[in-house]
């Protein structure tokens, strides 16, 4: 095992290594009571939902679903003033 040549990187298996993709939870962490702050805040959570998934798309990322925006935007209806 010793003598074994070591595999030179090329092109493709650098290209492969650098697009893997990863998975992370984001949280948002607002008081309930945030009143403007957490309107703001919404709004430009909302903004990117609306406007995001194109360039999301482009940099090789995968959108939410819509169902899951939607379920988001229903927890802050209930949830945050």
Excluded: H
Aim: no cysteine.
């Amino acid at each position: 095992m010793a003598n074994t040549p070591k595999k030179k990187a090329d092109a493709r298996s650098i290209r492969s290594y650098l697009t893997l993709s990863f998975v992370a939870a984001t949280f948002i962490l607002l008081p309930r009571e945030g009143g403007e702050m957490n309107k703001k805040v919404i709004a430009f959570y909302d903004y990117a939902f609306k406007k995001g998934d194109e360039a999301a798309k482009k940099l090789g990322y995968i959108p939410l679903p819509e169902e899951t925006k939607n379920m988001i935007r229903e927890y802050w209806a209930a949830n945050l003033k």
